[in-house]
């Protein structure tokens, strides 16, 4: 705890001081407001002595902020609120640049008890503010930059939708959660017909723009739960949780017929595009999740077999 008559003794310290300042008593009446203060709020110390803290500044969070003072007086401790917990208490403006995305100034506080120079007992709280604003940006683009750096981990960077990686992770996720508790899990694997044909003849650009259109038809036609990926050079998958053999099949026939329905424009070319599709379901013979991707392979196959531009489903016959 400090005493009062310090604030008395050195009032160019506190004026000079590169933080906000500001003493209220029990009753949150001001009996001080820095030089940084009025600054920055456009109020001078002379207009506010005496007035009470919530009517000066009704925008303040009146409910929290009585709280934590009164906490203060009564425990007689220190206490610290981070930016984090609550981005500012003034809503100041910064000098930063509006690149940064921080629309006004992030502070700490500090609050601190401080006795009356005759009683000795605790009747003040000084509130210093402190302006954390390159530290918020800093933190915020650090944040920024590790999603980035986590969603290049798990999505492929020409369709924009999970690459195999994470479909192998999540995969290995729900076969496990399958075998532990039931439930049902398919799998739809295909690639699109005939895409070296498109690559000979339209160049390699085009090929990339019926990947990422194909990859957006996709998107489109599954739900939240699902994965979709690319599988690896023209080949997508789709997995399905909580998913029977119908239901997938559905899915599989819409896919199929929303890409045959989507022309692709590239450059001067309209390319039109063909998929085959094989999908299997989970059964309690499977070991592992790689013999469901050699059932629904199989099954794709058989689609390229008899004339592509259709979908199969994975039966055990279909392996003999």
């Known amino acids: 705890m400090t005493d009062i008559s310090v604030a008395a003794l050195a009032p160019a310290v506190i004026d000079n001081i590169e ?39 009704p925008e303040l969070p009146e409910k929290w902020l009585k709280k934590k003072l009164q906490s203060v007086l009564l425990l007689k401790n220190f206490a610290f609120t981070s930016w984090e917990q609550r981005p500012w208490l003034f809503r100041f403006s910064h000098n930063r640049p509006i690149t940064g995305g921080i629309d006004c100034m992030r502070q700490n506080c500090v609050f601190t008890p401080l006795k009356h120079p005759d009683t000795g007992l605790v009747e003040y709280v000084s509130v210093t503010i402190f302006d954390v604003t390159d530290t918020a940006i800093y933190q915020q683009q650090l944040t920024e930059a590790l999603a980035k750096l986590e969603e290049s981990n798990v999505t492929d960077g ?69 994965v979709a990926a690319r599988y690896g050079g023209e080949e997508f998958a789709v997995l399905l949780p909580d998913t029977g053999l119908n239901g997938a099949m559905t899915l599989a026939e819409r896919i199929r017929a929303q890409i045959a329905a989507t022309p692709v424009t590239s450059g001067q070319s309209t390319i039109d595009v063909r998929a085959s599709l094989g999908v299997a379901e989970y059964t309690s013979e499977m070991k592992n999740h790689e013999q469901l991707i050699n059932s629904a392979d199989q099954a794709l196959y058989e689609a390229k077999h008899n004339g592509r531009n259709q979908v199969r489903a994975f039966t055990p016959t279909s392996s003999t």
């Open 158 to 226: 020409l369709t924009g939708i999970y690459n195999r990686r994470h479909l192998q992770q999540r995969f290995q996720s729900e076969f496990g959660r399958i075998q532990r508790h039931g439930g049902t899990l398919t799998l739809i694997l295909f690639d699109l017909d005939h895409f070296k044909r498109i690559n000979d003849t339209y160049g390699h650009l085009a090929g990339d723009d019926v990947l990422k259109t194909v990859a957006q038809v996709i998107k489109s036609l599954v739900r939240t739960e699902d």
């Open 19 to 57: 933080a906000g300042v500001f003493i209220v008593d029990q009753a949150f009446n001001i009996v001080m407001w820095n030089a940084y203060l009025q600054k920055h709020s456009g109020r001078l110390e002379g207009e506010l002595l005496s007035r009470n803290l919530f009517e000066a500044f």
